[in-house]
């Protein structure tokens, strides 16, 4: 294995540990220290502008690390695309860094604040949830997948189009499986209250994301054209 890969690897587990931490540092921050209350509507309106300012830091920590990722589904949407070895990296390796380092972020957070909650819960029958979860990861991948074929567009802008449309996302799906769009992190918090092997967690966090991922880049490569740069990627690997 090479050292940028192995970068990539340190750079997943240390980005997807990061990650579970930021969330809950962030509703401490809202509630517990400014004392705002569960449905406050100041509060939920500055959570959500704390979480759009997250997002940018994570966009930043992406460019910093070469390509380091939090989530397996922005990482496995890249690689159905890519050739084989490097698919196969992705998953045997990347993707598990994730879980990982999202599970050892959990336990961090139980051992540090052991009433801070169990993170997100189904609360619809298995089915409606694995729709929900599929659905909502289908339009974020399929929005990425837009945003990274705008060439022309800046980089801030991506960044923007992308953490609003996340947060609206989670918005949606909050109350029903958690609105995650991540089964890293939703790994982590399953994983501390012991249901990482149910038929509802493999599902509804696992299955339905990773379908509805594989549909994305298969809708979105079939109604639109590859980009020019790509085109001129791939008559250079023909001419070599």
């Not at 540092?25 to 997250?54: C, P, Q, R, W």
Request: proline content about 3%.
């Amino acid at each position: 294995m090479g050292v940028s890969r192995r970068r990539l690897l340190i750079s997943d587990f240390i980005m997807s540990f990061m990650w579970v931490w930021s969330s809950v540092l962030i509703k401490m921050f809202v509630h517990t220290i400014l004392g705002y209350g569960a449905h406050d509507l100041k509060g939920e309106i500055l959570k959500h502008a704390i979480s759009v300012i997250n997002m940018f830091l994570f966009a930043l920590l992406v460019k910093a690390t070469k390509g380091g990722a939090y989530n397996p589904l922005t990482i496995l949407s890249g690689a159905i695309s890519g050739d084989l070895t490097n698919f196969i990296f992705t998953v045997a390796a990347r993707i598990p860094a994730q879980v990982f380092g999202s599970i050892t972020g959990v336990r961090f957070i139980i051992a540090a604040f052991p009433n801070i909650g169990r993170g997100p819960v189904l609360s619809i029958d298995i089915h409606r949830g694995a729709l929900t979860e599929g659905c909502l990861t289908f339009a974020i991948v399929s929005i990425s997948l837009g945003l990274s074929r705008r060439s022309r567009a800046s980089t801030f802008m991506k960044t923007w189009i992308s953490s609003l449309s996340k947060l609206t996302l989670h918005i949606l799906g909050s109350d029903l499986t958690g609105g995650c769009m991540n089964p890293a992190s939703v790994m982590g918090w399953a994983y501390a209250r012991g249901d990482h092997i149910t038929k509802e967690h493999i599902h509804v966090y696992w299955l339905a994301p990773i379908q509805a991922t594989l549909l994305a880049v298969w809708t979105f490569n079939l109604l639109v054209s590859p980009s020019k740069d790509e085109e001129a990627k791939k008559r250079e690997k023909k001419s070599e």
